[in-house]
T-cell receptor, first 111, second 112 residues
């Protein structure tokens, strides 16, 4: 079983749609959780950290469920520029800072 | 613009050769990590350096080695290159915790 599992997609949605991505992680001792965005052939960029209380940044809302070891990302009012791969990332809490990435979920927003 | 810079941006090597990739971390960051991203996969942790010492390693063979210098810049060395080493190599620096890490734009290595 992979440490971080995501649906690879692609998710094809029209502009203005709401789309949700989920991922699960296996290490219950993990301490930090993130969503990164990666455009084609570019480096991953931090989109937002994820907290149990949930957090929102404009059109983006992230949620962590520690009991279920489940992380979600909701994108409202999708824009063409949201088309990218969204990587679910967990800090492995191995005594050093090791980020464990899912394979990513590809989002395609069409006009 | 990212504060983490990597060089070179692209590289083509022959199987069996050795390669050195370089990274200049963001100012003030004393931790640098290296990741390998194969096509269609998420980045995989190679190792991490903190104050010039390796303090964590992923499931990569010893032919993957590194250095961190007093100015916190870093090198990734790969010996005896194999075709499967073809990937995007990413360097990341940061303070960790809930702040995550900043990635450089990567070096795309092709082994032929």
């Amino acid at each position: 079983r992979k440490e971080v599992e995501q649906d690879p997609g692609p998710f094809n949605v029209p502009e203005g749609a709401t789309v949700a991505f989920n991922c699960t992680y296996s290490n219950s001792a993990s301490q930090s959780f993130f969503w990164y965005r990666q455009d084609c052939r570019k480096e991953p960029k931090l989109l937002m950290s994820v907290y149990s209380s949930g957090n929102e940044d404009g059109r983006f809302t992230a949620q962590l469920n520690r009991a279920s070891q489940y992380i979600s990302l909701l994108i409202r009012d999708s824009k063409l520029s949201d088309s990218a791969t969204y990587l679910c990332v967990v800090n492995g809490n191995t005594g050093f800072q090791k980020l464990v990435f899912g394979t990513g979920t590809r989002l395609l927003v069409s006009p | 613009e990212t504060g983490v810079t990597q060089s070179p941006t692209h590289l083509i090597k022959t199987r069996g050769q050795q390669v050195t990739l370089r990274c200049s971390s963001q100012s003030g960051h004393n931790t640098v990590s290296w990741y390998q991203q194969a096509l269609g996969q998420g980045p995989q942790f190679i190792f991490q350096y903190y104050r010039e010492e390796e303090n964590g390693r992923g499931n990569f063979p010893p032919r993957f080695s590194g250095l961190q210098f007093p100015n916190y810049s870093s090198e990734l060395n790969v010996n005896a290159l194999e075709l499967d080493d073809s990937a995007l190599y990413l360097c990341a620096s940061g303070s960790g915790g809930v702040y995550g890490y900043t990635f450089g734009s990567g070096t795309r290595l092709t082994v032929v």
